[in-house]
C-alpha cells in the first residue's frame, strides 16, 4: 500500500474546517485530520458534539478525529470521559446522513488509564482483523514534544500489544538525523502499520522519506501557518518538492549537508533535475549540528555521515556539503581514505560526496569540491582568460580559498584581502604551497582599487537575513578607480542583486552574480551523481523566481 498524505486542520468553526478540507482534497491529499480538541471542551456539549459528527460526515475526503491532551502537545485539557463518549458517538454514527471517521486517534496513555476507557474506545471502533470500509479504526498514539523519550521501545512494544489498535503512531522531537533514521527504521520492523514521524529540523527525513520505509501516512499542513507539529512541511512542499508520490523503496536518497539548511536552494534544484531528466532520486536537508568547538562538531558530521553511508535500506548516493563542514568532510576523507579530486586537495575543503554500491549495498565514497570550478565557470563568459590579469579576493575563509585557487590556477596574480591581515597571509600562504603560484596578502582597508582586473567578493557582507553588514565590502571611491572593463564578482546569491553589485553596475563595471556559480557548482554535483548534463537553465530559473518571489512577496 502507498504512503498516505494526510492533512491536519485544527479545527475553530465548521464552515472553514469544511473549506479547508476540500482546499486539501484539491492540493491532493489522501486524508485529512480534523484536530478538534480546541473547538471541543466537553462539558457535556451536545450541540458541538453534534457539530463534531456533521464535520466527519460532511467531509470530502476520508478523516481521522483526533482531540488531542494538553499532555501530549494537544490542546483539551477537559474530563476524558467526555472526550472518549465523544469518540463512542463518532465511531457508533449511523443517523440519517451519518457516517463514523475513518480513523479515531487516541493517546496510549489515556487508552490505558482505565478499563472503563479502553471499554468505550473499543466499542467505538473495529477490530484490526474485522476492518469495513464503513466503520472506524484506532489510531494509537503517542507524541513527545521534547526529545526521544528514554523508554521509547518499551512504550513502543506495549502500543503493540493493544489488540484493538490498527495503526501504531510514534511522534517525537527528533535530536538528530539518526532519530529520524530510527524512526524510519520503526515502519519496517512493526508487526502494525505505523506512522513513525520526526519533529523538528532534524525529522523531516521521516516525513519525506516515508515511502522508502513502508510507513502508513505523513502529515502535511495545508500553509505553513496551520501545522500541527514543528517541522511539518506544506504538501505543496512535500508533493511538487520533494515528488513525494514517485519515491519508491528504490529511489537513491540525496542531500544537502550543513547547519542550518533550512534555506538552501539546493533541494529545489536538484529534485527538479532528478524530475527533467528521469533520474530515480530524492533530495532533502540532511541537517548536522556544529557548536563552536570545532572538535565537537567534527566527531557530530563524523558519526552522522558514517551511519548514513552505512544504511543500506537509505540508498544515500550523494551530499551537497555546505558550511560549516566543508573542511570536516576534506578531514573524514583523509581518515577514511576516500579518493579526494585536484581541487579538494588544493583548498582543504570538500563540498560533493559520491557513493556508488555494490550489489550488496556497500558504499564506495569519493570526495570532491565543485566550488572551484564553479566560480571559475562563472567569471569565463565575462571576462574569458585571467591569465596575467591582477585579482582581488575579498575573505579568508573556504569560499575565498576556492576562489584563489581558481584563479591562481588559471594564472591570475591574486592578493587576498581580509580585516584581519593574519588571516589574509595564512590563506595566501596555504593556496601558494597548493598551487605553486605566488600569492599576495593585505588589509581590507587598505583596497583602493588601483590595478584590479577581477574583484571577488567572498565575505557573507550583503547577504540577507545574515549576520554580517547589508552594504558592500569595499567603499564606492575604489569601484570607481578600477577600469570600464574590470569584473566585479560576489558569491553571495540572496539578494541575487548585492549592494556591491548595485554599485558596480552603476560604476560602469561588468557584474557576475552569485546565483551563477551555484548553479554551475550544482551542475557539477547533478552530473557527477546522475551521469547526465544538469538542466542548468531550468536550475536557474527557478532560482531565480524563488529568489525574487521573496523579494517580491507572494
Same mark, same amino acid.
Given at each position: 500500500?502507498?504512503?498516505?498524505?494526510?492533512?491536519?486542520?485544527?479545527?475553530?468553526?465548521?464552515?472553514?474546517?469544511?473549506?479547508?478540507?476540500?482546499?486539501?482534497?484539491?492540493?491532493?491529499?489522501?486524508?485529512?485530520?480534523?484536530?478538534?480538541?480546541?473547538?471541543?471542551?466537553?462539558?457535556?456539549?451536545?450541540?458541538r458534539t453534534k457539530e463534531v459528527v456533521r464535520l466527519v460526515s460532511d467531509s470530502p475526503l476520508p478523516c481521522i478525529v483526533t482531540c488531542r491532551a494538553a499532555a501530549e502537545g494537544g490542546h483539551y485539557d477537559g474530563d476524558d470521559e467526555e472526550r472518549v463518549s465523544l469518540y463512542e458517538r463518532l465511531g457508533t454514527a449511523s443517523g440519517k446522513g451519518e457516517h463514523p471517521p475513518r480513523y479515531l486517534d487516541i493517546e496510549m496513555s489515556t487508552y490505558v488509564r482505565s478499563a472503563n476507557i479502553r471499554q468505550k474506545v473499543n466499542l467505538a471502533v473495529q477490530h484490526p482483523e474485522?476492518?469495513?470500509?464503513?466503520?472506524?479504526?484506532?489510531?494509537?498514539?503517542?507524541?513527545?514534544?521534547?526529545?526521544?523519550?528514554?523508554?521509547?521501545?518499551?512504550?513502543?512494544?506495549?502500543?503493540?500489544?493493544?489488540?484493538?489498535?490498527?495503526?501504531?503512531?510514534?511522534?517525537?522531537?527528533?535530536?538528530?538525523?539518526?532519530?529520524?533514521?530510527?524512526?524510519?527504521?520503526?515502519?519496517?520492523?512493526?508487526?502494525?502499520?505505523?506512522?513513525?514521524?520526526?519533529?523538528?529540523?532534524?525529522?523531516?527525513?521521516?516525513?519525506?522519506?516515508?515511502?522508502?520505509?513502508?510507513?502508513?501516512?505523513?502529515?502535511?499542513?495545508?500553509?505553513?501557518?496551520?501545522?500541527?507539529?514543528?517541522?511539518?512541511?506544506?504538501?505543496?512542499?512535500?508533493?511538487?518538492?520533494?515528488?513525494?508520490?514517485?519515491?519508491?523503496?528504490?529511489?537513491?536518497?540525496?542531500?544537502?549537508?550543513?547547519?542550518?539548511?533550512?534555506?538552501?536552494?539546493?533541494?529545489?534544484?536538484?529534485?527538479?533535475?532528478?524530475?527533467?531528466?528521469?533520474?530515480?532520486?530524492?533530495?532533502?536537508?540532511?541537517?548536522?549540528?556544529?557548536?563552536?568547538?570545532?572538535?565537537?562538531?567534527?566527531?557530530?558530521?563524523?558519526?552522522?555521515?558514517?551511519?548514513?553511508?552505512?544504511?543500506?535500506?537509505?540508498?544515500?548516493?550523494?551530499?551537497?556539503?555546505?558550511?560549516?563542514?566543508?573542511?570536516?568532510?576534506?578531514?573524514?576523507?583523509?581518515?577514511?581514505?576516500?579518493?579526494?579530486?585536484?581541487?579538494?586537495?588544493?583548498?582543504?575543503?570538500?563540498?560533493?560526496?559520491?557513493?556508488?554500491?555494490?550489489?550488496?549495498?556497500?558504499?564506495?565514497?569519493?570526495?570532491?569540491?565543485?566550488?572551484?570550478?564553479?566560480?571559475?565557470?562563472?567569471?569565463?563568459?565575462?571576462?574569458?582568460?585571467?591569465?596575467?590579469?591582477?585579482?582581488? #579576493?575579498?575573505?579568508?575563509?573556504?569560499?575565498?580559498?576556492?576562489?584563489?585557487?581558481?584563479?591562481?590556477?588559471?594564472?591570475?596574480?591574486?592578493? #587576498?584581502?581580509?580585516?584581519?591581515?593574519?588571516?589574509?597571509?595564512?590563506?595566501?600562504?596555504?593556496?601558494?604551497?597548493?598551487?605553486?603560484?605566488?600569492?599576495?596578502?593585505?588589509?581590507?582597508?587598505?583596497?583602493?582599487?588601483?590595478?584590479?582586473?577581477?574583484?571577488?567578493?567572498?565575505?557573507?557582507?550583503?547577504?540577507?537575513?545574515?549576520?554580517?553588514?547589508?552594504?558592500?565590502?569595499?567603499?564606492?571611491?575604489?569601484?570607481?578607480?578600477?577600469?570600464?572593463?574590470?569584473?566585479?564578482?560576489?558569491?553571495?546569491?540572496?539578494?541575487?542583486?548585492?549592494?556591491?553589485?548595485?554599485?558596480?553596475?552603476?560604476?560602469?563595471?561588468?557584474?557576475?552574480?552569485?546565483?551563477?556559480?551555484?548553479?554551475?557548482?550544482?551542475?557539477?554535483?547533478?552530473?557527477?551523481?546522475?551521469?547526465?548534463?544538469?538542466?542548468?537553465?531550468?536550475?536557474?530559473?527557478?532560482?531565480?523566481?524563488?529568489?525574487?518571489?521573496? #523579494?517580491?512577496?507572494?
Amino acid at each position: 500500500m502507498s504512503t498516505l498524505v494526510c492533512v491536519p486542520i485544527l479545527v475553530q468553526d465548521l464552515h472553514s474546517a469544511l473549506g479547508d478540507a476540500q482546499s486539501a482534497r484539491g492540493a491532493g491529499a489522501d486524508l485529512v485530520e480534523f484536530r478538534v480538541d480546541e473547538w471541543f471542551s466537553g462539558d457535556g456539549d451536545e450541540v458541538r458534539t453534534k457539530e463534531v459528527v456533521r464535520l466527519v460526515s460532511d467531509s470530502p475526503l476520508p478523516c481521522i478525529v483526533t482531540c488531542r491532551a494538553a499532555a501530549e502537545g494537544g490542546h483539551y485539557d477537559g474530563d476524558d470521559e467526555e472526550r472518549v463518549s465523544l469518540y463512542e458517538r463518532l465511531g457508533t454514527a449511523s443517523g440519517k446522513g451519518e457516517h463514523p471517521p475513518r480513523y479515531l486517534d487516541i493517546e496510549m496513555s489515556t487508552y490505558v488509564r482505565s478499563a472503563n476507557i479502553r471499554q468505550k474506545v473499543n466499542l467505538a471502533v473495529q477490530h484490526p482483523e474485522k476492518r469495513r470500509e464503513d466503520g472506524s479504526s484506532l489510531i494509537l498514539s503517542m507524541h513527545d514534544f521534547a526529545t526521544r523519550p528514554p523508554d521509547l521501545l518499551r512504550r513502543v512494544a506495549a502500543m503493540q500489544e493493544q489488540g484493538g489498535a490498527a495503526v501504531i503512531k510514534v511522534a517525537y522531537r527528533a535530536r538528530s538525523l539518526r532519530d529520524s533514521l530510527e524512526l524510519l527504521d520503526m515502519a519496517l520492523t512493526l508487526a502494525r502499520p505505523c506512522i513513525a514521524l520526526g519533529m523538528g529540523e532534524f525529522g523531516l527525513i521521516s516525513r519525506v522519506l516515508a515511502p522508502k520505509f513502508g510507513g502508513f501516512l505523513t502529515f502535511a499542513s495545508l500553509r505553513p501557518a496551520s501545522a500541527t507539529a514543528p517541522g511539518q512541511p506544506t504538501i505543496r512542499e512535500l508533493l511538487d518538492l520533494y515528488r513525494f508520490r514517485d519515491i519508491s523503496p528504490a529511489t537513491a536518497v540525496y542531500g544537502v549537508i550543513g547547519w542550518p539548511t533550512s534555506h538552501s536552494l539546493s533541494p529545489l534544484v536538484h529534485n527538479a533535475g532528478f524530475e527533467a531528466v528521469g533520474h530515480d532520486g530524492v533530495y532533502v536537508p540532511l541537517p548536522i549540528a556544529a557548536g563552536e568547538e570545532p572538535e565537537g562538531s567534527y566527531l557530530s558530521f563524523k558519526a552522522t555521515l558514517l551511519e548514513l553511508l552505512d544504511h543500506s535500506r537509505l540508498n544515500l548516493r550523494g551530499c551537497s556539503v555546505t558550511l560549516p563542514h566543508k573542511e570536516n568532510l576534506f578531514r573524514l576523507a583523509g581518515e577514511r581514505g576516500w579518493p579526494l579530486d585536484e581541487a579538494t586537495r588544493a583548498t582543504g575543503a570538500a563540498n560533493t560526496l559520491t557513493v556508488t554500491r555494490d550489489g550488496a549495498g556497500a558504499a564506495k565514497v569519493a570526495v570532491s569540491n565543485t566550488d572551484v570550478s564553479g566560480l571559475m565557470e562563472s567569471l569565463t563568459p565575462v571576462i574569458a582568460d585571467v591569465r596575467g590579469k591582477r585579482a582581488a #579576493v575579498i575573505g579568508a575563509g573556504g569560499v575565498a580559498r576556492a576562489a584563489a585557487v581558481g584563479l591562481a590556477q588559471a594564472g591570475a596574480q591574486v592578493i #587576498v584581502y581580509n580585516r584581519t591581515p593574519e588571516h589574509a597571509e595564512a590563506l595566501a600562504g596555504f593556496v601558494a604551497a597548493a598551487t605553486g603560484s605566488r600569492l599576495e596578502s593585505a588589509l581590507l582597508q587598505s583596497f583602493s582599487g588601483s590595478g584590479v582586473d577581477v574583484l571577488v567578493n567572498c565575505t557573507p557582507v550583503g547577504m540577507k537575513g545574515g549576520l554580517a553588514p547589508i552594504g558592500s565590502p569595499v567603499p564606492l571611491e575604489a569601484l570607481q578607480t578600477m577600469g570600464p572593463g574590470c569584473v566585479v564578482m560576489d558569491t553571495v546569491y540572496n539578494p541575487i542583486q548585492t549592494p556591491l553589485l548595485k554599485a558596480a553596475t552603476e560604476t560602469g563595471l561588468r557584474v557576475v552574480d552569485g546565483l551563477s556559480m551555484f548553479v554551475n557548482q550544482a551542475a557539477r554535483q547533478f552530473e557527477g551523481w546522475t551521469g547526465k548534463a544538469a538542466p542548468k537553465m531550468l536550475f536557474d530559473r527557478l532560482a531565480r523566481e524563488h529568489l525574487g518571489r521573496e #523579494v517580491g512577496g507572494p
